[in-house]
């Protein structure tokens, strides 16, 4: 599945349970191949995704486009990447952890 695809479906695997009144626009820039800015947003209790960046997200998540592709498929654990410094966080940590346990990957 490339990247465009895991975005594009994202919406469809929240587990709705877990949102509750959670708000957030968290940027999710990618590098390398296949690699773009994309934006998820939750608000009023819809998750949306867009090929795109905002100025002001509540958190901005960088990675490369492959080790997304791998922790969005379970090959690479999140806290583990994060520890090991493969994904760098501005912003909001917290929103960015809440956003991990909203999928059903």
Known sequence: ???EQIFKNLPNNVD???LGNFEATIVFAL???GGGDWQVNIADG???TAK???E???AKVAMTASDYK???SGKLNPVQAFMGGKVRV???LNAVMKLQGLFKM
């Open 31 to 33: 590098s390398g191949d």
């Open 46 to 48: 819809k998750v949306t």
């Open 90 to 92: 501005e912003g909001d």
């Open 1 to 3: 599945m490339d990247i």
């Open 56 to 58: 002001k997200p509540t």
């Open 70 to 72: 791998d922790m969005m």
């Open 16 to 18: 709705m349970s877990k």
């Open 52 to 54: 795109a960046t905002v």
